[in-house]
């Protein structure tokens, strides 16, 4: 069995594109019509391209709402992804705009930071190490 | 009152998982719950639940040690030292006496 894709709950599946492909740097993997105006939107990292997806889901369902808004109250993410170096991917992120939760702290043998993805979820990253 | 004050401020005091939450709101104030239970298992090894955390931070927040702002979709924590003054004032340090030449 392999993780093959998870996913995150956005408001907006055209705002996500833009925050998840232009700001953060993944890549589109699939992008079909399944009804409406909702569409199967994954991404992938450009490191690891037949690595897990991503998807974007509408966040449509009534209960998302209340059980996003519980998490971010108490600023727990839904998601984590792994980058080399914290500091300069917050670095990087601070300077295009994005907001932070969570300023680079190490945590014992980890350093982590929380940044929101402007679709309704928070996003922790984190590097593990050597 | 000023008896009921100091009985929160001592009883927040007395614990030492919630003399390390203040330790780690001094070391960066405005933390979410989040952050703060990341740095009570990670950095203390403390293995207590985020109920338990709430919590203690209920207690802190009683005694006016901690303080909880709302920004936007986000609650932080912020440490307020000022109630620790009751302490000094109570039993405050003698003056030094005054040297006669």
Known sequence: ??????????????????????VLGFVKKHDVPVGGEDRWLTVVSPEEPGGTELLLEPAGHPAVKPYRD????????????????????????????????????????????????????????????? | MLGGVADELFKALADPTRRTILDELADRSGQTLFEICGRLSMRHQLGISRQAVSQHLAVLEAAGLVETRREGRYKYHDLNTAPLRQITERWPEPEPEESTP
């Open chain 1, 70 to 130: 519980a998490l971010v109250t108490d600023g727990i993410p839904i998601a984590q992804f792994a980058v080399a170096d914290v500091r300069a991917e917050y670095e990087r992120l601070a300077a295009l705009g994005v907001h932070f939760t969570q300023e680079p702290v190490e945590m014992g043998p980890v350093v982590t930071a929380v940044f929101d993805d402007t679709c309704g979820n928070l996003i922790q990253i984190a590097t593990q190490p050597e």
């Open chain 1, 1 to 22: 069995m392999k993780i093959h894709l998870t996913s995150v709950f956005v408001d907006d599946q055209a705002k996500a594109e833009r925050f998840y492909v232009d």
